[in-house]
């Protein structure tokens, strides 16, 4: 029973992480072998290739003793030869950044990179959220982001700090959706408060692997629970991460969750679903595929099972959102992604969410001119030129990015 609750957690693990880690380029080159570093942590090897916990140990030894830079470098390196930690890196990550904000804080995030779905950022904001209390959150919940909101407002270190307060949120509640989203609800401005929900929900999943706080708000007979049960402010950001746990409980079927999203009795946010599986496919095409364009191909057949115009779509938009938003555009290339498009309409949609998901995240001086070209070309190249700006991102994330 609980070797197949941890199965069943890893999958949901895989859903959260990052398109193409495989070929992510972490940060900047630390060797580790033959290290103090190296050497006294475990080395996880043989029947523990696959132990989590015994990886948990080995990324919080590397980073006390060498720092996030070098955890990071070998996490990444050790999971382009093992499978089992293309499904677990979110949450290791997760790890890694409670370890760095132990010793730096918030600092942390200089050193830091946005491989597996950003799982450190939000790792460092769980940690430094923890160690303040609530009490201390509760009093100031802007206090939390604020450097990062007065450096680059709506950048990407802006919007991986909010959402790393939803985790945060639930770690203080105790895996408690709904109190968590209250506490989202006290941050300024709608655009923090939504990002924080997509945290709880995203934490809401990920803590099938925690122990000590499972996952309280899950139902595998009624999947796309808590969306159907949430305030209509908080259902975007629920559907657009719990169509993972949908296709978990329908054995990754995405026709099926497809027919689920058609039937939703959200009826104003069955679009909403269907974006989600859109960004859970290109998350599924990373997990079993490692050659970028056979995973952009695989990316686009599984959004074209979508049973109407619209939902293929709205599938579409999810799968570049997902893939510039969490950092996977070095290794997924979203130009080439809609440019290979050969329905025209597809191609239009998806460079046109290409063009959107940069402009929400980039500085206000390069957000300008307001393109409204039908030309998926010009489209995609102006969204890549944001994109090479940053994004919002930290002086050290920037040089990560493309």
């Not at 980073?63 to 830079?69: N, V, Y």
């Not at 050790?78 to 089992?84: C, E, I, T």
Request: a positive charge.
């Amino acid at each position: 029973m609980e070797a197949g609750r941890h199965k069943t957690a890893l999958r949901l693990l895989a859903l959260a992480a990052i398109p193409a880690i495989l070929l992510l380029v972490g940060p900047r080159d630390v060797t580790l072998e033959a290290t103090p570093a190296a050497l006294t942590a475990p080395a996880c090897t043989g029947p523990d290739s696959v132990n989590l916990d015994c990886y948990r140990r080995r990324y919080r030894a590397l980073t006390e003793a060498a720092g996030p830079r070098a955890a990071i470098r070998d996490l990444l390196r050790r999971a382009q030869r093992v499978a089992y930690l293309r499904t677990a890196c979110h949450r290791l990550m997760h790890g890694i950044g409670h370890s760095a904000a132990r010793q730096s804080g918030l600092r942390a995030f200089e050193e830091g990179d946005e491989a597996c779905s950003s799982g450190f950022y939000h790792g460092v904001v769980e940690a430094v959220m923890a160690h303040r209390g609530l009490a201390a959150v509760r009093r100031s919940p802007g206090a939390v982001c604020g450097r990062f909101k007065r450096r680059a407002p709506h950048g990407l270190a802006h919007y991986n700090c909010v959402h790393g307060m939803g985790h945060g949120y639930m770690g203080l509640f105790r895996s408690d959706v709904f109190r968590s989203l209250d506490a989202c609800d006290s941050l300024a401005e709608r655009w923090e408060r939504s990002h924080c929900a997509g945290g709880v929900f995203m934490e809401n999943l990920s803590a099938l692997s925690n122990p000590r706080r499972t996952s309280r708000n899950l139902d595998p007979d009624r999947p796309l629970y808590p969306c159907t049960a949430v305030a209509v402010r908080h259902k975007h950001e629920c559907y657009m991460k719990q169509t993972a746990y949908a296709l978990m409980v329908r054995n990754d079927d995405f026709e099926a969750v497809f027919r689920l999203c058609a039937r939703s009795p959200d009826i104003g946010f069955r679009d909403d679903c269907h974006e989600g599986l859109g960004g859970d496919a290109a998350i599924f095409a990373s997990k079993y595929v490692t050659e970028p364009a056979r995973k952009r191909a695989m990316t686009r057949d599984l959004c074209r099972m979508g049973p109407t115009a619209a939902a293929r779509r709205h599938c579409v938009t999810g799968a570049v959102t997902v893939i510039v938003r969490d950092g996977a555009s070095r290794a997924t290339d979203p130009v080439a992604f809609c440019s290979d498009f050969r329905e025209a309409g597809l191609r239009l949609a998806c460079s046109r969410a290409h063009l959107a998901i940069a402009r929400k995240f980039a500085a206000p001086r390069t957000r300008r001119p307001n393109y409204d070209s039908r030309s998926p070309r010009l489209l995609c190249q102006h969204a890549a030129a944001l994109e090479a700006e940053g994004l919002g991102t930290t002086r050290n994330q920037r040089g990560q990015i493309r």
